[in-house]
């Protein structure tokens, strides 16, 4: 059977070209030119749009719209609403205007507001953003929108986002005119999300509680076999896989979503798709798609999709590769060095530019991939650490070195790759080796942050970089548009950018113990888990930053700050209280049925012969004895914790509370459970183990 994918490609979406049918002339004119200039929709037209949007949707097969928005809890929230209106005679006739379209009002008063709302009415708007394509799906037609209160504070990922991107674009066109550039009106940032995800069988999914609750194992003992013979990155795709793979390439392209590559990951049963990068906005808006696509795409296959970053110990965790590029409306991508990259002044402005933001605002970048979640990877021996650092390549390093200390820069010659087998065609090779192990490195024409987290939304992340680099590029600007002689000016500041910035790079094994070491003596920020990170969100030179872009406010961020921190209380809560379950109702009933048999077995035997050697039976009940009275009292343990954390001050004092004081009790918990597993029969343990759901698929 042949898949027409052009044809599948987008026609759910409600894109340029379904525009430019549907849409009289001017009214096609004027929102492209909107979606273009991202200035205001002109109302008159918005009643055409939204009767032309209904008309195709009806024919796609809905008969709801929604504002489909993206609230502070991490995920996207949708409210459905025919379009059916009453006419006389008990009839309806199917309606939707411009001023639906526009404009929603959803109640805010349950999505968290961290404090906005103890100051503000619980109303909320959703505004539609036309840079995102509208779509349909489940018979409703979905309109993106951004989220604000009543009050018009953010409430939601995306407005800062549609407000970073401008202040990147404002700031780095005072750049671009300086360079002679009197054709582009506006810079793009661009963002290509790499998603990886594990999937496990569904029936063996529904005997673990922890994945249930929680999203990742909270017990299990190692399976005898892990990752470490390199078997599974990129290799063979089981058939199961494979269906469910191309299942979801299919919905996604209907959504007009560029699902570009898929393989498999280093663990066992880890995954990763990749799309090709699209416009910030879109891109977050399509992650957000491809995350909630897997889910569901998953269940048909009788799998289940997990998006944690650390669901199982010991085993390589769960990331989202941020490829992040800024460019011009007139397509030119300005962080591509052409070939002789040290002669391209603009190229190496735009560099410094993201050199300097990436060390000014470490501790942001830091934050904008702090979770509970992600504390178990960043850190860990198989991601990056949660210390920032960039990796720009040797090639370009050696550049930058030459411009610090003045000489003159000779370039690396480009090596021809001869296999030495003459079937196989010689290419060229790249000039530098890629450093995996850098938690944010330039890769050819983009740079890649290696942090973010495979279950975020990828939106907080590129607020932070679009805002730091339109503060490097604002900077410059102000330097440069003074300067009497540019070229000299240039020169001068870029030499000084990275100078003062040079501590930022890192070009060794970002996982070693060492690095961590000489990253403190640089004075490069190392904030360990997430609340250290939240803690520094608010500083005064952060406020000051968004503040200045007009990207949040005080408030708007205070609010972020508070939600961050109830939400790390309440993830750890969760885990505790599924600890405390799963041992008291699961784990130790069954291994005192098992210890019970064995004791049987030890009776049985002795009645049949007084001196029978029942050295493996004594050996087994005196250790899981003692190990049941250790989980059982760890378990009693946590539960203090617990109530004692619930009843810190909200807020920082409770996270810290929960951080220092339960989750150690937790480990503790998890070794004495781990133990018991390696010593119980299998027919007796209760729920899957590591090697059940790492290798059922
Ligand atoms: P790599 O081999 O370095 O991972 P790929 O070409 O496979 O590079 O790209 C990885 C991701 O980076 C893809 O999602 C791709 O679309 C994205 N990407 C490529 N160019 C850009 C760009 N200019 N801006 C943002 N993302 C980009
Ligand atoms: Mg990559």
Not at 39 to 45: F, K, R, V
Not at 98 to 104: D, Q, S, T, Y
Not at 105 to 121: I, N, Y
Not at 431 to 437: E, G, L, V
Request: net charge negative; charged share 25%; proline share 4%.
């Amino acid at each position: 059977m042949t898949k027409n994918v052009p044809e599948i490609f987008g026609s759910m979406v409600f894109n340029e070209d379904v525009m430019r049918q549907r849409l009289p002339r001017e009214v096609f004119k004027s929102l492209k030119k909107t979606i273009e200039e991202r200035n205001e929709i002109d109302p008159s037209i918005a009643d055409v749009v939204a009767s032309a949007m209904k008309d195709w949707a009806i024919e796609k097969g809905a008969t709801h719209f929604t504002h489909w928005f993206q609230p502070l809890t991490g995920t996207t929230a949708e409210k459905h609403d025919s379009f059916i209106a009453p006419v006389q005679g008990g009839h309806v006739v199917m309606e939707f205007s411009g001023k639906e379209l526009i404009k929603g009002e959803p109640d805010a008063s349950s999505f968290p507001s961290g404090g906005l709302r103890a100051t503000f009415e619980a109303r909320g708007y959703t505004a539609w953003d036309p840079a995102s394509y509208a779509f349909v799906k489940d018979g409703t037609l979905y309109i993106p929108t951004a989220f604000c209160s009543y009050t018009g504070e953010a409430l939601d990922t995306k407005t800062p986002l549609l407000r970073s991107m401008d202040a990147i674009s404002n700031q780095g066109m005072r750049i671009l005119r300086l360079f002679g550039d009197t054709t582009a009106k506006r810079l793009t940032t661009t963002v290509g999300a790499e998603q990886e995800y594990f999937l496990v069988d569904q029936e063996i999914y529904r005997q673990r509680k922890d994945l249930i609750y929680t999203g990742r194992t909270l017990f299990g003992a190692p399976a005898p076999k892990g990752q470490e013979l390199e078997d599974h990155y990129f290799g063979p795709i089981h058939p199961r896989v494979a269906a469910f793979m191309a299942e979801l390439d299919e919905e996604l392209w209907k959504l007009g979503v560029l699902s570009k590559t898929k393989h498999n990951e280093a663990a066992p049963a880890q995954h990763e798709l990749a799309p090709i990068y699209a416009t910030s906005n879109i891109s977050v808006d399509q992650n957000l798609l491809i995350m909630s696509y897997m889910k569901r795409v998953a269940e048909k296959h009788g799998l289940v999709c997990l998006l944690h970053e650390k669901p199982y110990k010991g085993i390589s965790g769960s990331g989202k590769h941020n490829n992040w590029s800024v460019g011009t409306d007139t397509g030119i991508n300005l962080l591509k060095p052409g070939k002789t990259p040290a002669e391209n002044k603009q190229f190496l402005l735009m560099l410094a530019a993201v050199v300097k933001a990436v060390d000014e605002y470490q501790d942001l970048l830091r934050v904008s991939v702090a979770s509970a979640s992600n504390d178990h990877r960043l850190g860990g021996d198989e991601a990056p650490p949660a210390i920032v650092s960039m990796f720009i390549g040797d090639e370009l390093q050696a550049v930058v070195d030459s411009i610090i200390s003045g000489k003159s820069f000779k370039g690396a010659a480009r090596g021809k790759m001869n296999l030495g087998v003459p079937s196989v065609p010689t290419f060229t090779k790249d000039t530098s080796d890629r450093n995996r192990t850098s938690p944010f490195a330039f890769t050819g024409n983009k740079f890649e942050f290696r942090m973010v987290g495979s279950a975020q939304n990828v939106a907080f992340p590129n607020v932070v970089l679009n805002t730091a680099v339109a503060e490097s590029f604002r900077q410059f600007a102000d330097v440069l548009e003074g300067a009497e002689n540019f070229d000299e000016a240039l020169s001068a500041l870029i030499k000084d950018t990275f100078t003062k910035h040079r501590r930022i790079f890192f070009n060794g094994n970002g996982y070693s113990e060492e690095w961590e070491r000489e990253a403190v003596s640089r004075g490069l920020s190392s904030l360990k888990t997430c609340v250290d990170a939240f803690k520094v969100f608010t500083n005064e030179k952060n406020v000051a930053l968004f503040a200045t872009h007009g990207v949040m406010s005080e408030v708007e961020m205070h609010s972020r700050e508070e939600i961050m921190f109830e939400n790390y209380a309440k993830v750890i809560n969760i885990e505790a209280q599924t600890m405390i379950d799963m041992t008291a109702r699961e784990i130790i009933p069954a291994v005192n049925a098992y210890t019970a048999e064995v004791a049987a077995t030890a009776a049985a035997k002795t009645a049949v012969l007084s001196d029978a050697d029942i050295v493996t039976e004594t050996d087994i009940l005196k250790k899981l004895s003692a190990l049941t009275h250790e989980a059982y009292d760890q378990m009693q343990a946590l539960r203090e914790a617990v109530l004692a954390a619930r009843r810190a001050p909200m807020g920082e004092v409770m996270a810290e509370s929960f951080r220092d004081n339960v989750l150690p009790l937790m480990e503790e918990l998890r070794r004495a459970v781990d133990e018991m597993e390696t010593l119980t029969a299998a027919d007796f343990w209760p729920m899957p183990t590591y090697g059940d759901m790492l290798f059922s698929v």
